[in-house]
């Protein structure tokens, strides 16, 4: 989106622009892009058109969610039953866990917009933090749950974003996380040691076992 140009078309017709379409979403033949609320009267449509950037696949630069998803497909894959390769799965999480740390403490924008007076101009769909953590994490949770390795280095991911995070509001949704974790290990098939093992942090999945983690 051209953020700029819409507010400033929000603000000649006297209304807020709402944009349907997330960055990464498949535009189809006939899909509503923009909506003009309040307003006292229309945009041209050439210059909405002109402010929202089509293109044939998404791109790192736009869609910071592309990576991730890239990443998390990498990992599900190595976790299906024809490859069995956690050790892959575990290499993605050190990728993903680090594009989270970048992103922990950034400015998420909420996807809403003012003018210089103040007045909402626009609003566009936008992930936040829970948004990434259920994209970098739920299906590697789910498609990895039976294993000791994948529990051990997604439970240390966590708690290298809660560490990160310390006393941000952030963390709160990392806890959610872990107990969700823990509740996995509890009622998974492991017996009891492969659950106490499990609930042990590891950057590696299963390489040292480290106090405290």
């Known amino acids: ?55 044939l696949d998404r791109t790192f630069e736009q869609d910071p969610k592309y990576p991730i998803r890239l990443l998390v497909d990498i990992a599900i894959k190595a976790l299906s039953p024809a490859i069995n390769d956690p050790t892959t799965a575990v290499q993605a999480l050190d990728q993903i866990e680090d594009l989270l740390r970048r992103l922990a403490r950034s400015d998420l924008s909420d996807g809403r917009v003012a003018d210089a007076e103040g007045v909402l101009r626009l609003i566009y769909p936008t992930p936040d933090w829970e948004d990434y953590l259920a994209l970098a994490f739920d ?32 963390a709160a ?22 659950r106490t093992a499990a609930r042990q942090g590891d950057p590696q999945g299963l390489g040292i076992t480290r106090s405290g983690l």
């Open 1 to 55: 989106y051209d953020v700029t140009s819409l507010v400033a078309l929000g603000q000649g017709v006297g209304g807020c622009l709402m944009v349907d379409c997330a960055v990464g979403d498949m535009v189809m033949d006939g899909s509503v892009m923009l909506r003009i609320l309040g307003a006292r009267g229309q945009a041209p449509e050439a210059d909405l058109r002109e402010a929202v950037c089509l293109g």
């Open 139 to 170: 299906e590697i949770r789910i498609f990895g749950a039976t294993s000791v390795q994948v529990m051990r280095r997604l439970r240390s991911a966590l708690l290298g974003l809660a560490e990160r995070l310390g006393e941000h509001e952030r």
């Open 173 to 194: 949704s990392i806890q959610h996380y872990l107990q969700h974790i823990d509740a996995i290990i509890e009622h998974s098939a492991f017996d009891e040691r492969d």
